[in-house]
């Protein structure tokens, strides 16, 4: 079946470091590909989305690119802030019929100023 | 304030009680479902609607009832439940597409179950 695999965690950088969380998927379709984001005390959030293969996310200063061929789509960003710190997850949403969204456990980031 | 509404944000129980979440959309979604979101666990689908009719439901105990009276909103019947229920329950809509363009989630309900 489809499956999501992100980094584990937690994932420590100082302020306005590179980021990057790797997130690989398996998946029989077309999926689209997602990041969300979930801030202490609160539901996920939306970070950004690809629907097709090359299709680059991006929003905040994140970006990720729907690679087919590595079938990845990892999450990165140039400078990173404390407010960054959250946990990110990866998501797919098979295209095919079906109404599930398949997450990733989850990665934890912590920004140190 | 993402569009989705869910109260309570907390809420404890006795393991005899019933209590109801709800949740609440007015974005124009169609489709709503329920997640489980306990630590050091993936999100777990619990029940999906689309339209107003359950079109899944993934193996989840009979303690857990859900309830779709129209498009916008969507409850949780909880009763007779256990210390491992508690975990924060995620509420979510989505346009008529099934998914492919993201989910809005709600803040969420943090139940523990005493």
């Known amino acids: 079946g489809d499956s999501v695999t992100q980094m584990e965690g937690p994932v420590t950088l100082s302020e306005e470091a590179f980021l990057t969380i790797n997130c690989t998927y398996t998946a029989t379709g077309y999926p689209s590909l997602f990041w969300y984001v979930q801030y202490p005390g609160e539901g996920l959030q939306l970070l950004l989305k690809?629907?097709?293969?090359?299709d680059k996310g991006s929003n905040k200063g994140f970006e990720a690119t729907y690679r087919k061929e590595t079938t990845s789509f990892h999450l990165e960003k140039g400078s990173v802030q404390v407010s960054d710190s959250a946990v990110y997850f990866c998501a797919l949403s098979d295209n095919t019929g079906g109404f599930k969204t398949i997450f990733g456990a989850g990665t934890r980031l912590f920004v140190k100023a | 304030e993402t569009g989705v509404t869910q109260t309570p944000r907390h809420l404890v129980m006795g393991m005899t009680n019933k209590k109801s979440l709800k949740c609440e959309q007015h974005l124009g979604h169609n489709a709503m479902y329920w997640y489980k979101q306990s630590a050091k666990k993936p999100l777990e689908l619990m029940f999906v609607y689309s339209l107003e009719e359950r079109v899944e439901n993934n193996s989840v105990p009979s303690r857990f009832s859900p309830e779709c009276p129209n498009s916008s909103h969507l409850f949780l019947h909880l009763h007779t439940l256990q210390p491992e229920d508690s975990a924060l329950y995620l509420c979510?809509?989505?346009?008529?597409?099934?998914?492919?363009?993201?989910?809005?989630f709600g803040s969420g309900t943090r139940l523990t179950v005493v």
């Open positions: 979510a809509s989505s346009q008529p597409d099934r998914g492919m363009h993201g989910y809005t």
């Open positions: 690809a629907t097709k293969a090359d």
